[in-house]
């Protein structure tokens, strides 16, 4: 389909100059929570739409500035990064370039619009519980969450995450690969010599996504190992009380002022303020826990795979209802908690092609070996070689 800025929505604001820096390499796009020299950092939100500009580039912006990256805009976003859907009343909401009914996701939701409708060759979101690799699936993109504390966060909002990473949205699998080169400086691509160790998760999905995943990996993999993950949900709910008090401590003071926030976002400030001391804690013993037992499990693998999202993303009007965005991030928020890098694969499944995808999750710091997991697999496996992916 042919697309306009103005018709997706992707960008919350476009920049026709290049920073003072070259023009000549790749086209990016920045989410609105990243720091743009001179410009506004409103994080999606009209409570902050009026704030000061900011004062110097985030060093992720200095990062792909100096990789000769021309930056064409910031992108749109859902409120203040807490969000599935990237449904936004203040700023508006990303169009699914592909899947038009259905929601974008979130919280990353115009960079991967952008990247989906070709407006950029890559684009840079943050994913703090799923929010590039969730979006990246709902508009039929790849996706990537390196590892904790691999790209540095300096001038990304909120200043202070024990799980949010910035990370990439690209088309192709080499192109995000090239995107991660472009965002962290230490980034060596590499080449496997060998077919990867790859272990299948035992999760619980939609049987719509389930067995088209099934059915595609057994093509490539016909005898990968399958394990468990037994404290799975626990760690996404574990996920869920570390970014309710992370969020309450950055943004709380925008409830004290009656600030303008959406709805949505009130009423899960107001809801992550009540997370006591002892949740907190638990949350943290059950860091350790799941941490733990992804590292046993990378012992022994190269790479653990799981389904992306367990369901198909929701319509627009069917994500009006909380309980159907709920179990979005599922399989993606865990590894938010144990700091493993993780890579999303688009597919599409059943007779109206819909989005679906696969997730795979790398050792710590071995975040090009995932990359060249990820670019083995697409090259491999025929769900990705289909033509309108």
């Given at each position: 389909m042919t697309?306009?800025?103005?018709?997706?929505g992707?960008?919350a604001?476009?920049?026709?100059?290049?920073?003072?820096?070259?023009?000549?390499?790749?086209?990016v796009?920045?989410?609105?929570?990243?720091?743009?020299?001179d410009?506004?950092?409103?994080?999606?939100?009209a409570a902050?739409?009026?704030?000061?500009?900011?004062?110097q580039?985030a060093?992720v912006?200095?990062?792909?500035?100096?990789?000769?990256?021309?930056?064409?805009g910031?992108?749109n976003?859902?409120?203040?990064?807490?969000?599935?859907?990237?449904?936004?009343?203040?700023?508006?909401?990303?169009?699914?370039?592909?899947?038009?009914?259905?929601?974008?996701?979130?919280?990353?939701s115009?960079?991967?619009?952008?990247?989906?409708?070709?407006?950029?060759?890559?684009?840079?979101?943050?994913?703090?519980g799923?929010?590039?690799?969730?979006?990246?699936?709902?508009c039929?993109v790849?996706?990537?969450k390196p590892s904790?504390?691999?790209?540095?966060?300096?001038?990304?909002?909120?200043?202070d995450s024990?799980?949010?990473?910035?990370g990439v949205?690209?088309?192709t699998?080499q192109?995000?690969t090239?995107g991660?080169?472009a965002?962290?400086?230490t980034?060596t691509?590499?080449?496997?010599?060998?077919?990867?160790?790859l272990?299948r998760?035992k999760?619980?999905?939609?049987?719509?996504?389930g067995?088209?995943l099934?059915f595609a990996?057994m093509?490539?993999?016909p005898?990968?190992?399958?394990?468990?993950l037994?404290?799975?949900?626990a760690?996404?709910d574990a996920g869920?009380t570390?970014?309710?008090?992370?969020a309450?401590?950055a943004?709380g003071?925008?409830?004290d002022a009656?600030?303008?926030?959406?709805a949505?976002?009130?009423q899960r400030?107001?809801k992550?303020?009540n997370?006591t001391?002892?949740q907190?804690?638990?949350?943290?013993?059950?860091?350790?826990?799941?941490?733990q037992?992804v590292d046993?499990?990378?012992?022994?693998y190269?790479?653990?795979i799981?389904?992306?999202?367990?369901m198909?993303p929701p319509?627009?009007e069917?994500?009006?209802d909380?309980a159907?965005?709920l179990?979005?991030?599922?399989?993606l928020r865990?590894?938010?908690?144990?700091?493993?890098?993780?890579?999303?694969?688009p597919?599409?499944?059943g007779?109206?092609?819909?989005?679906?995808?696969?997730?795979?999750?790398g050792?710590?710091?071995?975040d090009?070996?995932?990359?060249?997991?990820?670019e083995?697999?697409?090259?491999?496996?025929?769900?990705?070689q289909?033509?309108?992916?």
């Amino acid at each position: 389909m042919t697309v306009t800025r103005q018709d997706i929505g992707a960008l919350a604001h476009t920049l026709d100059m290049d920073l003072g820096r070259s023009k000549a390499g790749l086209s990016v796009v920045i989410k609105d929570c990243i720091d743009i020299k001179d410009m506004v950092t409103a994080c999606g939100s009209a409570a902050l739409k009026d704030a000061a500009p900011a004062t110097q580039n985030a060093v992720v912006v200095e990062s792909v500035l100096s990789k000769n990256c021309k930056i064409i805009g910031k992108a749109n976003m859902h409120e203040l990064a807490y969000g599935v859907t990237g449904v936004n009343a203040a700023f508006g909401t990303p169009l699914n370039p592909r899947w038009p009914d259905r929601i974008p996701g979130g919280s990353s939701s115009g960079s991967a619009v952008a990247v989906a409708a070709e407006i950029c060759d890559f684009a840079v979101g943050t994913d703090t519980g799923g929010s590039v690799r969730q979006p990246a699936i709902c508009c039929g993109v790849y996706g990537i969450k390196p590892s904790f504390g691999r790209v540095s966060r300096k001038g990304c909002h909120p200043k202070d995450s024990s799980l949010d990473c910035v990370g990439v949205f690209a088309r192709t699998a080499q192109m995000l690969t090239q995107g991660m080169a472009a965002i962290d400086p230490t980034f060596t691509p590499t080449v496997l010599t060998t077919q990867p160790r790859l272990a299948r998760i035992k999760c619980d999905t939609d049987q719509s996504v389930g067995d088209p995943l099934i059915f595609a990996l057994m093509e490539i993999l016909p005898d990968a190992c399958s394990l468990e993950l037994p404290y799975m949900e626990a760690a996404f709910d574990a996920g869920m009380t570390v970014i309710g008090v992370e969020a309450a401590a950055a943004y709380g003071p925008l409830v004290d002022a009656n600030a303008p926030l959406g709805a949505d976002i009130l009423q899960r400030l107001i809801k992550a303020r009540n997370i006591t001391p002892e949740q907190l804690s638990a949350a943290e013993d059950m860091r350790d826990i799941f941490t733990q037992e992804v590292d046993a499990a990378l012992s022994t693998y190269d790479a653990l795979i799981t389904p992306a999202l367990p369901m198909i993303p929701p319509t627009l009007e069917a994500a009006k209802d909380p309980a159907a965005v709920l179990p979005l991030t599922k399989f993606l928020r865990p590894f938010n908690l144990s700091g493993h890098p993780a890579i999303v694969l688009p597919i599409t499944v059943g007779p109206d092609h819909l989005p679906a995808g696969i997730q795979i999750i790398g050792r710590k710091g071995e975040d090009a070996q995932l990359c060249a997991v990820a670019e083995w697999m697409a090259s491999t496996l025929p769900a990705f070689q289909q033509e309108d992916i």
